[in-house]
Protein backbone atom coordinates (compact mmCIF):
# COMPACT_ATOMS: atom_id res chain seq x y z
CA UNK A 1 0.00 0.00 0.00
CA UNK A 2 1.20 3.60 -0.59
CA UNK A 3 2.44 5.20 2.47
CA UNK A 4 2.69 9.16 2.44
CA UNK A 5 5.65 10.47 3.40
CA UNK A 6 5.78 12.25 6.83
CA UNK A 7 8.41 13.35 9.48
CA UNK A 8 7.51 13.43 13.08
CA UNK A 9 8.00 16.73 15.22
CA UNK A 10 8.23 16.47 18.46
CA UNK A 11 5.14 17.72 20.73
CA UNK A 12 5.41 16.64 24.31
CA UNK A 13 9.04 14.88 25.78
CA UNK A 14 9.24 11.68 27.02
CA UNK A 15 10.38 13.56 30.76
CA UNK A 16 7.05 15.83 30.39
CA UNK A 17 5.17 12.47 29.53
CA UNK A 18 6.97 10.68 32.75
CA UNK A 19 6.48 13.77 35.33
CA UNK A 20 2.42 14.11 34.23
CA UNK A 21 2.13 10.55 35.06
CA UNK A 22 3.46 10.83 38.07
CA UNK A 23 0.93 13.39 39.37
CA UNK A 24 -1.85 11.59 37.95
CA UNK A 25 -0.78 8.44 39.28
CA UNK A 26 -1.04 10.33 43.00
CA UNK A 27 -4.30 11.63 42.54
CA UNK A 28 -5.65 8.04 40.85
CA UNK A 29 -4.07 6.56 44.13
CA UNK A 30 -6.19 9.06 46.40
CA UNK A 31 -8.94 8.85 44.82
CA UNK A 32 -9.09 5.12 45.40
CA UNK A 33 -7.37 4.42 48.38
CA UNK A 34 -10.15 2.48 50.30
CA UNK A 35 -10.19 -0.17 47.04
CA UNK A 36 -9.21 -3.90 47.77
CA UNK A 37 -7.83 -4.14 44.48
CA UNK A 38 -8.01 -1.70 41.08
CA UNK A 39 -9.09 -3.27 37.73
CA UNK A 40 -6.54 -1.19 35.41
CA UNK A 41 -7.87 -2.24 31.98
CA UNK A 42 -5.78 -0.88 28.97
CA UNK A 43 -7.56 -0.44 25.29
CA UNK A 44 -5.18 -1.67 22.81
CA UNK A 45 -3.49 -1.53 21.20
CA UNK A 46 -2.35 2.26 22.04
CA UNK A 47 -2.46 2.35 25.32
CA UNK A 48 -0.04 -0.55 26.32
CA UNK A 49 2.93 1.84 26.81
CA UNK A 50 1.12 4.24 28.76
CA UNK A 51 -0.45 1.26 31.17
CA UNK A 52 2.60 0.19 31.62
CA UNK A 53 3.98 3.62 33.26
CA UNK A 54 1.14 4.42 35.11
CA UNK A 55 0.45 0.96 37.30
CA UNK A 56 3.82 1.54 38.50
CA UNK A 57 3.23 4.63 39.93
CA UNK A 58 -0.24 3.36 41.21
CA UNK A 59 0.06 2.72 44.75
CA UNK A 60 -2.55 0.21 45.15
CA UNK A 61 -3.03 -3.03 44.48
CA UNK A 62 -4.09 -3.41 40.96
CA UNK A 63 -4.86 -5.83 38.44
CA UNK A 64 -4.43 -5.48 34.98
CA UNK A 65 -6.40 -6.22 32.33
CA UNK A 66 -6.90 -5.64 28.41
CA UNK A 67 -9.47 -4.63 25.80
CA UNK A 68 -9.44 -4.13 22.43
CA UNK A 69 -12.30 -2.08 20.26
CA UNK A 70 -11.43 -1.25 16.74
CA UNK A 71 -11.41 2.64 15.75
CA UNK A 72 -8.73 3.38 13.35
CA UNK A 73 -7.89 1.79 9.82
CA UNK A 74 -4.43 2.31 8.27
CA UNK A 75 -6.11 6.09 7.87
CA UNK A 76 -6.22 9.39 9.69
CA UNK A 77 -9.83 9.45 10.15
CA UNK A 78 -11.93 7.76 12.55
CA UNK A 79 -14.62 4.99 12.03
CA UNK A 80 -17.57 5.68 13.61
CA UNK A 81 -18.44 2.06 14.44
CA UNK A 82 -16.93 0.85 17.25
CA UNK A 83 -16.51 -3.30 17.81
CA UNK A 84 -15.15 -5.35 20.05
CA UNK A 85 -12.16 -7.13 18.80
CA UNK A 86 -11.00 -8.79 22.17
CA UNK A 87 -13.10 -8.60 25.89
CA UNK A 88 -11.69 -8.43 29.24
CA UNK A 89 -10.44 -12.11 30.83
CA UNK A 90 -11.69 -11.23 33.92
CA UNK A 91 -15.31 -10.30 35.15
CA UNK A 92 -15.74 -7.06 36.50
CA UNK A 93 -18.89 -6.80 39.14
CA UNK A 94 -18.36 -4.91 42.29
CA UNK A 95 -15.16 -3.82 41.63
CA UNK A 96 -13.06 -0.72 40.92
CA UNK A 97 -12.51 -0.46 37.14
CA UNK A 98 -9.86 2.39 35.76
CA UNK A 99 -9.79 2.07 32.10
CA UNK A 100 -7.01 3.93 30.38
CA UNK A 101 -7.10 5.01 26.84
CA UNK A 102 -4.58 6.68 24.44
CA UNK A 103 -6.44 9.41 23.12
CA UNK A 104 -10.20 10.77 23.04
CA UNK A 105 -10.59 12.22 19.72
CA UNK A 106 -14.23 11.92 18.43
CA UNK A 107 -15.48 9.85 21.83
CA UNK A 108 -17.17 6.98 20.01
CA UNK A 109 -14.65 4.31 21.06
CA UNK A 110 -14.98 5.76 24.87
CA UNK A 111 -18.76 6.37 25.19
CA UNK A 112 -19.08 2.53 23.58
CA UNK A 113 -16.51 1.20 25.88
CA UNK A 114 -17.84 2.61 29.07
CA UNK A 115 -21.38 1.75 28.33
CA UNK A 116 -20.55 -2.06 27.60
CA UNK A 117 -18.31 -1.75 30.54
CA UNK A 118 -21.38 0.04 32.80
CA UNK A 119 -23.54 -2.81 32.21
CA UNK A 120 -21.21 -5.35 33.75
CA UNK A 121 -22.47 -3.15 37.20
CA UNK A 122 -18.49 -2.46 38.38
CA UNK A 123 -18.65 -0.52 41.98
CA UNK A 124 -16.88 2.51 40.11
CA UNK A 125 -16.01 3.16 36.83
CA UNK A 126 -13.12 6.03 35.86
CA UNK A 127 -11.64 6.53 32.80
CA UNK A 128 -7.91 7.91 32.12
CA UNK A 129 -6.37 9.01 29.44
CA UNK A 130 -3.27 10.02 28.13
CA UNK A 131 -4.50 12.66 25.26
CA UNK A 132 -7.22 15.02 24.75
CA UNK A 133 -8.11 16.71 21.61
CA UNK A 134 -11.52 18.29 22.52
CA UNK A 135 -11.50 20.01 18.99
CA UNK A 136 -12.60 16.72 17.69
CA UNK A 137 -15.35 15.66 20.06
CA UNK A 138 -18.86 14.25 17.94
CA UNK A 139 -20.18 12.81 21.21
CA UNK A 140 -19.94 14.13 24.98
CA UNK A 141 -16.97 12.26 26.69
CA UNK A 142 -15.08 13.71 29.42
CA UNK A 143 -12.11 11.29 30.79
CA UNK A 144 -11.46 12.07 34.91
CA UNK A 145 -8.27 12.28 34.40
CA UNK A 146 -6.01 13.74 31.44
CA UNK A 147 -2.79 13.56 31.03
CA UNK A 148 -2.69 16.52 28.13
CA UNK A 149 -5.02 18.47 26.02
CA UNK A 150 -3.63 18.81 22.50
CA UNK A 151 -4.65 20.48 19.31
CA UNK A 152 -6.32 18.62 16.40
CA UNK A 153 -3.04 17.14 15.38
CA UNK A 154 -2.55 13.68 14.30
CA UNK A 155 0.06 12.27 17.18
CA UNK A 156 2.30 9.29 17.07
CA UNK A 157 4.63 7.60 19.72
CA UNK A 158 4.60 6.05 23.11
CA UNK A 159 2.47 3.35 22.32
CA UNK A 160 0.23 5.50 19.14
CA UNK A 161 0.61 4.10 15.68
CA UNK A 162 0.59 6.12 12.60
CA UNK A 163 -0.89 2.80 10.24
CA UNK A 164 1.12 0.60 12.29
CA UNK A 165 4.00 2.82 12.62
CA UNK A 166 5.93 4.60 15.35
CA UNK A 167 4.66 3.03 18.69
CA UNK A 168 8.27 2.91 19.86
CA UNK A 169 9.13 6.46 20.04
CA UNK A 170 9.65 7.14 23.44
CA UNK A 171 8.19 10.79 23.46
CA UNK A 172 4.84 12.03 21.43
CA UNK A 173 5.43 13.76 17.85
CA UNK A 174 2.78 15.33 15.32
CA UNK A 175 2.78 13.83 11.89
CA UNK A 176 3.68 16.12 9.31
CA UNK A 177 2.65 15.24 5.92
CA UNK A 178 5.93 16.43 3.59
CA UNK A 179 3.48 15.90 0.33
CA UNK A 180 4.85 12.72 -1.93
CA UNK A 181 3.31 9.39 -2.09
CA UNK A 182 6.35 6.75 -1.73
P1 LIG B 1 -12.31 8.11 19.05
O1 LIG B 1 -13.28 7.00 19.08
O2 LIG B 1 -12.47 8.98 17.84
O3 LIG B 1 -12.27 8.93 20.32
O4 LIG B 1 -10.91 7.45 18.76
C1 LIG B 1 -10.02 7.13 19.72
C2 LIG B 1 -8.92 6.30 19.09
O5 LIG B 1 -8.54 6.82 17.83
C3 LIG B 1 -7.67 6.36 19.94
O6 LIG B 1 -7.68 5.36 20.91
C4 LIG B 1 -6.59 6.13 18.92
O7 LIG B 1 -6.39 4.76 18.72
C5 LIG B 1 -7.16 6.72 17.65
N1 LIG B 1 -6.60 8.06 17.42
C6 LIG B 1 -7.19 9.25 17.62
N2 LIG B 1 -6.37 10.26 17.34
C7 LIG B 1 -5.20 9.70 16.95
C8 LIG B 1 -3.92 10.23 16.57
O8 LIG B 1 -3.69 11.45 16.53
N3 LIG B 1 -2.95 9.32 16.28
C9 LIG B 1 -3.17 7.98 16.30
N4 LIG B 1 -4.33 7.44 16.68
C10 LIG B 1 -5.34 8.28 17.00
Redesign the pocket.
Known sequence: MPQRQYVIDEMISAKAIAARIEAVARDISTHFADTDKLVVVG?LR?SFVFIADLVREIDLPVEVDFLEAS??GDDTT?SRE?RILKDLRGKIEGRDVLVV??????????THVLHMLGGRKPRRLAVCALLD?PARREVEMNADWIGFEIPD????GYG???AQRNRNLPYIGKVRFTGDEA
Open positions: LGSYSVEDIVDTGHTLKEFVVIDF
